[in-house]
C-alpha cells in the first residue's frame, strides 16, 4: 500500500497567516492528489483535486501543488473559518486509497 | 441536485454484523466509482471499500474478508455488509464518490456511527 505522511501533524496560526502542509508519499503518485478540509462533526469538503486544481466553490486563497511524492496545500491568508484538520488522500492506486493521518490547523 | 444519505448505524455486539446502506439521488450509483471511509472516534480517515462503475470491489486489509461492499442499481443504493464485528470498527461510516473530477471524492453523505460494544 501506498503510505501518506502529513506534516506537521498539528499547527498554530493566526488570522492573515500564510500556512503551508505537505504530504509525502511512500512511492510515487504523479499527480494524483487531492485534499481535504474536516470541520467538527462534519463529512469533509473537497478542497483540491489532482494536485493543484481548485474544486468549484473554495476560496482562490487554497492552493496546491506537487507532483511524484511530494505535495503542498497552501492557504493564503487564513480566515476565521480555515480553522480545521486537512487530510491528503492519494488516487493513484485503485485498489487501495490511502489518507494521510491529518493536520489539526489551530488558532494562535 | 447530488444527495447521499447513509442508515443502518448503531449499537452491536462484537462478533455481530450490521448493514450500512448510502441512498443516492442526482445521480447514477453504477455509473460512479463509489467508496466507503470510516472515521474512528478523535482519529482520522480510513478508507474502507470502493466499487468500480464495472463491479470491481477493493478493500482495506483491515477489513478483508468480512465487510462486502454492494449496490442495487433498481435502488440507486450503496451497501456495505459488515460481519465478525470488531472494537475497532467503532466509527462514523461515510459514502462518498467522485461524479464531477477525476480522483477526489467530491461528494460526501453525513455519515453513520457505528458503536461495536458489550
Known amino acids: 500500500d501506498i503510505q501518506m505522511t502529513q506534516s506537521p501533524s498539528s499547527l498554530s496560526a493566526s488570522v492573515g497567516d500564510r500556512v503551508t502542509i505537505t504530504c509525502r508519499a511512500s512511492?510515487?503518485?504523479?499527480?494524483?492528489l487531492n485534499w481535504y478540509q474536516q470541520k467538527p462533526g462534519k463529512a469533509p469538503k473537497l478542497l483540491i483535486y489532482a494536485a493543484s486544481s481548485l474544486q468549484s466553490g473554495v476560496p482562490s486563497r487554497f492552493s496546491g501543488s506537487g507532483s511524484g511524492t511530494d505535495f503542498t496545500l497552501t492557504i493564503s491568508s487564513l480566515q476565521p473559518e480555515d480553522f480545521a484538520t486537512y487530510y491528503c488522500q492519494q488516487s493513484y492506486s485503485t485498489l487501495s486509497i490511502t489518507f494521510g493521518q491529518g493536520t489539526r490547523l489551530e488558532i494562535k | 441536485e447530488v444527495q447521499l444519505v447513509e442508515s443502518g448505524g448503531g449499537l452491536v455486539q462484537p462478533g455481530g454484523s450490521l448493514r450500512l446502506s448510502c441512498a443516492a439521488s442526482?445521480?447514477?450509483?453504477?455509473?460512479?466509482?463509489m467508496s466507503w471511509v470510516r472515521q474512528a472516534p478523535g482519529k482520522g480517515l480510513e478508507w474502507v471499500s470502493v466499487?468500480?462503475?464495472?463491479?470491481?470491489?477493493y478493500y482495506a486489509d483491515s477489513v478483508k474478508g468480512r465487510f462486502t461492499i454492494s449496490r442495487d442499481n433498481s435502488k440507486n443504493t450503496l451497501y456495505l455488509q459488515m460481519n465478525s464485528l470488531r472494537a475497532e470498527d467503532t466509527a462514523v461510516y461515510y459514502c462518498?464518490?467522485?461524479?464531477?473530477?477525476?480522483?477526489?471524492?467530491?461528494?460526501w453523505g453525513q455519515g453513520t456511527l457505528v458503536t461495536v460494544s458489550s
Open positions: 466499487i468500480y462503475s464495472g463491479g470491481s470491489t
Open positions: 462518498a464518490t467522485s461524479i464531477l473530477v477525476q480522483g477526489g471524492f467530491d461528494y
Open positions: 512511492q510515487s503518485i504523479s499527480s494524483y
Open positions: 442526482g445521480f447514477t450509483v453504477s455509473s460512479n466509482y
